[in-house]
């Protein structure tokens, strides 16, 4: 089975998300899911795609598609985004939690699904989504990455994360990447 990687983030997000993405080659083989907190008419694919350091084929995740290496999906804005066998479902209803979209609920499901080959990154970020599901990230014997909080604009998020998890590295967000690239 291919590994899956997942990636949270919310305040102050983009900025390690590009950071992230560009130490990735096009040529990455595993899928990527980011969810990112934002209203429905967010600007984070608009503005990944104007990122010209970032080679990896970036899209807006639909209801319903495969998931397949070489490419980062992006949840819209509000949407959820839950992991089910190698497809990827979007919904606007996750009752657990208040976030949008719930990073919880993407990490949690793609345990589910993917186990000890998904990899959990949590970002820059208010708040403590993300953290719960880290934990059943590690508890399936997946791994869990984490900004490094002093390089993080908002750092409650990364900082809930290394409080309640087990992340295997805490590293500022270019050298994220370059972890991914060498965990293929």
């Given amino acids: 089975m291919s ?78 985004g839950l992991v089910t066998g190698n497809t990827l479902r979007l919904s606007e209803l996750v009752r657990e939690s208040g976030f949008r979209p719930s990073i919880d609920a993407l990490f949690m499901t793609a345990a589910a699904e993917y186990q000890e080959n998904t990899i959990g990154v949590v970002l820059s970020g208010t708040m403590s989504d993300g953290m719960r599901g880290a934990q059943v990230i590690y508890d399936m014997g997946g791994v869990t990455i984490v900004q490094d909080p002093d390089e993080a604009k908002q750092a409650s998020m ?26 293929q």
Avoid: N
């Avoid at 295997?168 to 060498?182: D, N, R, T």
């Fill in 3 to 80: 590994k899956v990687v997942v990636i949270g983030c919310s305040s102050g997000g983009l900025a390690p998300l590009v950071d992230l993405l560009s130490e990735l080659p096009a040529t990455y083989p595993h899928p990527i899911i980011v969810a990112s907190h934002s209203g429905p008419e967010s600007h984070l694919l608009p503005a990944l795609k104007l990122k010209s350091k970032i080679q990896i084929a970036i899209k807006k995740a639909e209801d319903g598609e495969e998931l397949v290496g070489q490419t980062v999906y992006v949840l819209p804005g509000a949407t959820h």
């Fill in 158 to 183: 990364p900082q809930s994360v290394i409080k309640a998890d087990h992340p295997q590295e805490v590293l500022e967000a270019s050298a994220l990447g370059q972890w991914l690239v060498k965990a």
